[in-house]
């Protein structure tokens, strides 16, 4: 368990060619003058890319790399690919960073490369805050994917999904950072690497290189560049076990991948709300053809139809992998939400105070201010409200705006009115290579489905036995010069109605807009009534008045609007997201768990059958929504996840049948 998921700044000294040195390591992060051409001689010209890239067969190219430091390497991989990889292909780049340079210092450092200036810019603009753990940017129209790891290099590697094709073993001289190359790292190399994986490295020290031989790398010394004499190369040239089970380390039931890629014809997408539009964006962004069918008349008319609803994480006291999820999607959805729309037409980052409930909730805030586990450019103390906390990088959403921005891509092909109503798998050999989806008189064939048909999941018969509910909201809104007149008539200012960041204690408001307040909401369990109620408007006029510090019952019921709609939320808190697998076949092959819990086994139950849910999005889904939808796409398309993988098997759909087989043991 993390402390803090803050991390050192790197110590930095500035040449006066303006080129940094590492102080912590005593080194540079590149030579001043050939930093480039040094780049691309030993690992662009030594993993062979060039040639490579011309041959690729497969979609996603995928480099990993040790020290990602000023991102020179990646500029150059991303440079190189544009020129020498066919259009239809991408590059997936995964580097690990213990020291991240803050974004002024990748800008500084990043100056003396004009030639690359262009890529330096997109990768300074699109530079995640610096906060441990996975960080996916998305560049070139989705055609580049970068995955940052902040934290140790090896736990990064441990914490990885993906299959990796050429590593760029980079890092200080390895004299000078022993640490780094450690037998747990080589380990996690090998796990992530398959047969004709490659590496390279500008050092020929012994113990790089015997610790790529010790998991089975072909080693070589090659010239270095320039004046160098030696550098390293590798090939590893022997079988290795398969996809699955180097990616399931003893929990085959988390099973997320399939060893031979399944052809993607075509993805239907079955939802036109936030998971479905992120989910369908995600894979458009990756090149694949995508139908969603959405059984109401407009987009987003379900859950994700609420005119405003706001960016609002609960940041836990202490790590966990679900709150690791949160914020890691907190983060990937306000770096997707402003890279959407920085001009504020659906999406303003203008920030939320936090307001403690109670002395107890008080107390707590003041705790995790001082325990620091957070970076201050996530949480701060309220300024506005003392007390409180502060959130900078949240802010409010136009929901409906932004289904409709995801889904207006060129790949994406949205059918409205289309109910799916029934589903079957297409097998070849026992095994299934597609599903039939029907609608009405409309019978189709996808290579791939994704349900993300929140609470109407369970009436469709394909999925498991899942515990998520629905949870009724009601939201309401009043007219912002009604709101100001019923404060002058009680005395007080009109002003309380206008302040600029979203509030949030018992509920939420947030700045108003087209003259009207938003605020909310109710939560109401085993309440399926679909109608806007007065006495929901009372509940939620009390948070606002509570909020915007006035007297109970300033506003009147008679002025507000509402909507009502259901959450679907999950005993766990957490979103049921990634395949669809048999319950029978899960009982069968693990029964073993219900004698023992601690139990491993790499077998797989049934292969991927190219069936998937994307559900269980509670009261948060414009947090976990975009980041799902990502990780979903890393599913079917067999490319690096940008989840942890402690975090997918919290996520797993199967993650219930494991749960009770363990509990049976006690019974
Ligand atoms: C009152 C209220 C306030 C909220 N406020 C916030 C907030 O401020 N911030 C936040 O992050 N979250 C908030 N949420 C939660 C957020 O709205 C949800 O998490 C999110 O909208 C869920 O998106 P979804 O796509 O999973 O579900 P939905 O938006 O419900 O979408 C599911 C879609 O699937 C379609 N569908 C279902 N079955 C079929 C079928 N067989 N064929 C075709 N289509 C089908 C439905 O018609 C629907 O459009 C709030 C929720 C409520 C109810
Ligand atoms: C020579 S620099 C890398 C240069 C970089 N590839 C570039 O293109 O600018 C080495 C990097 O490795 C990082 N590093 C050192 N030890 C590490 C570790 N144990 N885990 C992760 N990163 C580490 C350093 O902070 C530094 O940024």
Redesign the pocket.
């Known amino acids: 368990m993390l402390t803090s998921y803050q991390l050192e700044k790197?110590a930095l000294s500035w040449g006066e060619d303006g080129a940094p040195h590492?102080n912590?390591?005593d080194?540079?992060?590149?030579d001043k003058d050939s930093g480039l051409e040094e780049?691309r001689y030993v690992f662009l010209k030594n993993n062979q890319l060039k040639e490579r890239w011309a041959s690729l067969q497969k979609s996603a190219f995928v480099i990993a790399?040790?020290?990602?430091?000023?991102?020179?390497?990646?500029?150059c991989a991303w440079q190189a690919f544009l020129n020498d990889a066919p259009s239809d292909k991408q590059l997936h780049f995964i580097?690990?960073?213990?020291?991240p340079?803050t974004k002024s210092m990748l800008a500084n450092?990043l100056k003396m490369w004009p030639s690359i200036s262009d890529l330096s810019q997109q990768l300074i603009d699109a530079y995640p805050e610096v906060c441990h753990g996975f960080h996916r940017i998305e560049l070139e129209q989705g055609r580049v994917q970068l995955t940052l790891w902040f934290?140790?290099?090896?736990d990064?590697f441990a914490a990885l999904d993906a299959d990796v094709d050429a590593w760029?073993l980079?890092?200080?001289a390895p004299s000078k950072?022993p640490?780094?190359w450690s037998d747990k790292l080589f380990h996690h190399i090998h796990r992530l690497s398959h047969q004709g994986t490659t590496c390279s490295t500008f050092t020929a020290a012994g113990i790089v290189r015997r610790g790529l031989q010790s998991v089975g790398f072909d080693v070589r010394k090659v010239k270095g560049f320039g004046q160098k004499r030696e550098m390293t190369v590798g090939l590893l040239n022997t079988t290795t076990a398969s996809l699955t089970e180097r990616m399931s380390q003893g929990q085959s039931w988390f099973n997320l991948r399939q060893d031979a890629t399944q052809e993607i014809t075509k993805v239907l997408v079955v939802g036109a709300g936030l998971a479905g539009a992120n989910t369908a964006y995600a894979l458009a962004n990756q090149g694949i053809q995508v139908e969603v069918w959405e059984q109401g008349n407009c987009i987003a008319g379900g859950a994700s139809g609420n005119p405003q609803g706001m960016l609002y994480p609960k940041l836990a006291s202490q790590d966990t992998p679900v709150n690791r999820f949160y914020l890691s999607a907190y983060l990937h959805a306000h770096r997707l939400y402003t890279r959407l729309d920085d001009s504020k037409q659906f999406w303003d980052a203008c920030g939320l105070i936090q307001i403690p409930k109670h002395d107890k909730e008080a107390e707590r805030f003041e705790k995790l201010l001082n325990d620091k586990l957070y970076p201050e450019a996530i949480l701060q103390a309220s300024k506005d409200r003392a007390g409180s906390l502060f959130l900078p990088l949240s802010g409010w959403v136009v929901l409906t705006r932004l289904c409709e921005k995801l889904l207006s891509h060129d790949n994406i092909k949205v059918s409205l009115n289309t109910k799916l109503e029934g589903l079957s798998p297409i097998k070849t050999a026992d095994k299934v290579t597609g599903w039939q989806a029907q609608s009405g008189d409309n019978n189709s064939v996808f290579s791939h489905v994704v349900l993300c048909t929140a609470n109407d999941t369970k009436a469709l018969g394909v999925t498991p036995n899942t515990p998520d509910y629905p949870i009724r909201g009601q939201v309401s809104f009043i007219n912002l010069e009604k709101a100001k007149a019923a404060c002058e008539a009680i005395g007080e200012s009109a002003d309380k109605t206008d302040f600029d960041k979203v509030l949030c204690e018992f509920g939420y408001v947030s700045p108003s807009i087209n003259g009207l307040l938003h605020f909310g909401s109710t939560y109401d369990l085993k309440d399926q009534d679909t109608q806007v109620r007065e006495e929901g408007h009372k509940r939620n006029l009390a948070i606002l008045e509570s909020l915007l510090l006035l007297p109970k019952e300033t506003f009147n019921t008679e002025d507000c609007g509402g909507r009502v709609s259901f959450r679907c939320a999950v005993p766990d808190y957490t979103p049921i997201v990634g395949p669809v697998q048999s319950e029978s076949s899960y009982q069968q092959a693990y029964s073993t768990l219900s004698r023992n819990a601690k139990w491993q086994s790499n077998d797989i139950a049934e292969p991927i059958t190219q069936l998937f849910i994307n559900i269980g999005h509670g009261s948060r889904g414009l947090i976990s929504t975009p980041l799902s939808g990502s990780y979903i796409a890393s599913l079917i398309t067999g490319t690096p996840s940008p989840l942890e993988q402690k975090i997918s098997h919290k996520l797993h759909p199967s993650r219930f049948i494991i749960r009770d087989l363990k509990r049976s043991q006690n019974t």
């Open positions: 790197p590492s912590q390591f080194d540079v992060y590149f780049t790399e040790t020290g990602f430091g000023t991102g020179l390497n990646f500029l580097s690990v960073e213990k020291y340079m450092a934290g140790e290099a090896q990064g760029f980079d890092g200080f950072n640490e780094m």
